[in-house]
């Protein structure tokens, strides 16, 4: 076995797994000792052979003068959430940015079979503006009054946390689940909304109805969202250009190929690292951003109460098809960003963005990019099947619903298998117990715990980080300059 010693002369930090949170921690360690003068170094391991994680993006050539720009997971990052967005201005990507094209900004639900746009004014689930969402045919009459009503409707006096499916319907009605709920809200985090926490997903509308007692009246006396700011970004030629920068402006010890297979505590509060490839590395401190439960399986023996918690952290999987058409081929104008798609309808898909209409430079002239969510709480059969039945039952779907009937010029699929953490009722509980039980100098950061986009990938990341300097400074202050 080859061992790294360790240096006495600088506190050093291991950060297990490589993608949006363990690099964002690695950038947040790299700068803060800098920045400080502290002597420390860091070693940021991967089990795979790229960086980011599920931030990967695949660009196809040979269908006109510029690619078509395919993303395997994320496509997009909130700017509410505006830690992606300093990350990649601090890295130097400000001329890199795009937003979601404007002239397209609105999405559908498939409705009877076609695809209905969604009200103006309706702000995810609330209805900000009334005529729009009174002549919507999304809703019946009945549905109509229900959210109207939810004015009159007491609010909830329990503080106790309840599901997705259980919030909505109390307040405003059964249909709004099944068209918005389920689909749009449970659809951000691939959940089932029968299981989903409402305060670990979505709290502000639990906060809204307790300041407000109504989400109607809160949503209305909300200031309103900056107009300069686009509510998305992405890079000019994928998110995969943040991944790239983050890599790029790392200086420490980082390893591909370099899975770990335990984690030690040693005396003196210092950690053993053994990777697979036989290496034992000592350590200060140790970030696990790994899965929840490839976390726990390293914890189990340092902190059986911790791993126990994040164990019962369930993950579900998720998948995506590519399909690129001649413009011509495709009869729908595709006049908004995608549709969403209510369970109820039992369609062979989840919802589908339309990649070319929300994107500028995302197909070449004259093509358009569909990009089909499929594997979600409705569908989960499908990413057990082959290729060419996937294919042929999402073409089947395209046909009815946007009059597609050419074959594609080409698609791809992408499975993650379990790779979608379940934000299930209790969580919170669970991430709380899992963090109360760890070791000093152990931290855990990822999106199993708190927030599944990149910016809530990219703030836990440089929280953890925060959290690992302050403990190295309350142990040998001796750390915190030179």
Known sequence: ???????????????VGGGITGLSAAWSLQQSAAQEGRPLRYTLLEQGNRWGGKVQTEQVHGFGEQPFILEAGPDAFLTRKPWALELAQALGLGERIISTRRDHNRTFVLHHGEPVPLPEGLNLLVPTRSLPFLRSPLFSPWG?????????????????????????????GAEMLDKLGEPLLGGVYNGDPQRQSMQATFPHFPALEKQ?????????????????????????????????????????????????????????????????????????????????????????????????????????????????????????????????????????????????????????DGHVLLRVFFGGPRTRPLLDVDDDQLLAAVRGELRTSLGIWHAPLFYRIYRWHDGYPQYDLGH???????????????????????????????????????????????????????
Not at 225 to 250: C, K, N, R
């Open 1 to 15: 076995m080859n061992t790294v010693r360790h240096d006495p002369a600088a506190a050093h930090v291991v950060v």
């Open 144 to 172: 109509k009054l229900r959210v109207g009503l939810e004015w009159f409707i007491p609010p909830r006096r329990d503080a106790n946390d309840e599901t997705l499916a259980c919030f909505v319907q109390r307040r405003l």
């Open 212 to 364: 407000y007692g109504s989400l109607l009246r809160g949503m209305r006396r909300q200031p309103p969202a900056p107009s300069d700011l686009p509510p998305f970004i992405s890079f000019s030629t994928g998110t995969h250009e943040l991944v790239q920068a983050l890599t790029a402006s790392l200086s420490g010890d980082l390893r591909l190929k370099c899975a770990v297979c335990a984690l030690e505590m040693l005396p003196g509060d210092h950690y053993g690292i053994v990777t697979e490839r036989g290496d034992r590395l000592l350590a200060d401190a140790v970030l696990l951003a790994t899965p929840a439960d490839v976390t726990a399986s390293l914890l189990a023996r340092i902190a059986p109460q911790a791993a126990a918690s994040l164990q019962s952290i369930r993950y579900a999987g998720i998948g995506t098809l590519y399909l690129a058409y001649r413009r011509e081929d495709v009869p729908h104008p595709l006049d908004g960003f995608g549709m969403v798609i209510p369970g109820s309808a039992r369609r062979a898909m989840d919802g589908m963005t339309w990649t070319s209409s929300k994107w500028a430079q995302r197909a070449p």
């Open 428 to 482: 919170l509980e669970r991430v709380q117990a899992a963090q109360t039980g760890l070791p000093p100098g152990v931290m855990i950061a990822g999106s199993a715990y708190d927030g599944v986009g990149v910016p809530d990938c990219v703030r836990q990341g440089q929280a953890a980080a925060s959290r690992i300097l302050a403990h190295l400074t309350a142990r040998q202050p001796e750390y915190t300059s030179t």
